[in-house]
């Protein structure tokens, strides 16, 4: 299977790589894996600096719909003219921008848009601590502003690459932008009715500050088609041989689901790229 591969924010797609280096030992040397970098700069994620050279990249600056769209076209046209992709692997902000990708879909399936694809993206996902998820449009989904700013203080802090250890006491830089206006938009479970229908496996840290993003992601995808694992630790990889052989284990389960469901996506090569 062919993987393309959105890191997390403050990082880029070489550090993505890197980090996830002991997941390409222990699965199947058929799978491929892109790794694409996002196209905003931004500030390095916490403890990112002192062990990688930059650039730090985002997929986007800001939360609205009119800052959203233009990413979900970019990996649009990345899907067009590098794909097509098997599945996505996605981590933190990655992760949360493949999910509002793949939300958007099933979106459109339901409500049989005929402008639109209703043949799914990729066959398999992977999120790994994602974040909050943000809506190209102010027609699919919900209003969150009032939610995102009574959560500022720790998104402002992961923003300027504080960890959570670090929340309580973060004093905003120079840089610091509060988040100002009424129109971001999510996909709260509890009034998104859709769901990602396709397999996928969530893993997350079980002390990550963000633990609730990961938590409403898995409400979103079918129940039938989803597994789980959560893993000692933050907003991070996972850090033991076990939690890697457990996460590889999982991977090649949902991988397999995928390619039962759909035979065509059993191709690929023994090198990552």
């Not at 993505?16 to 905003?40: C, Y």
């Not at 995808?221 to 597994?227: H, L």
Request: net charge negative.
């Amino acid at each position: 299977m062919r993987f393309l591969c959105l890191h997390g924010r403050g990082t880029n797609s070489d550090i993505f790589e890197s980090q996830l280096a002991p997941l390409f030992s222990r699965v199947s040397p058929h799978h491929t894996f892109d790794f694409v970098d996002a196209p905003f700069d931004c500030v390095a994620a916490h403890g990112i600096s002192q062990l990688y050279q930059p650039p730090y990249l985002t997929w986007h600056t800001q939360y609205e719909p009119q800052h959203v769209e233009p990413v979900h076209d970019f990996l649009r046209t990345v899907i067009e003219e590098d794909g097509p992709y098997d599945g996505v692997i996605g981590f933190s902000q990655g992760a949360a921008l493949a999910a509002s990708f793949l939300l958007c879909h099933e979106h459109y399936a339901q409500i049989r848009d005929p402008g639109r694809r209703h043949k799914p993206p990729f066959k398999v996902a992977i999120f790994i601590n994602s974040v909050m998820t943000f809506s190209p449009s102010e027609h699919i989904g919900s209003n969150i502003s009032q939610h995102i700013k009574s959560q500022e203080e720790k998104h402002m802090a992961f923003i300027e690459g504080v960890d959570s250890l670090g929340a309580e006491d973060f004093t905003p830089t120079e840089t610091y932008t509060t988040i100002d206006g009424d129109s971001i938009y999510g996909f709260p479970k509890d009034t998104f009715a859709p769901r990602i229908s396709i397999p996928t496996l969530h893993l997350y840290g079980t002390e990550d500050q963000f633990l609730e993003h990961s938590e409403e992601l898995v409400g979103l995808c079918r129940g039938d088609r989803t597994e789980v694992l959560p893993v000692r630790g933050g907003h991070e990889l996972p850090r033991t041989n076990p939690a890697w052989d457990k996460f590889a284990a999982l991977f090649e389960m949902v991988a397999m689901t995928a390619a039962l469901m759909d035979p065509s996506s059993r191709r690929g090569s023994a090198t990552t790229s």
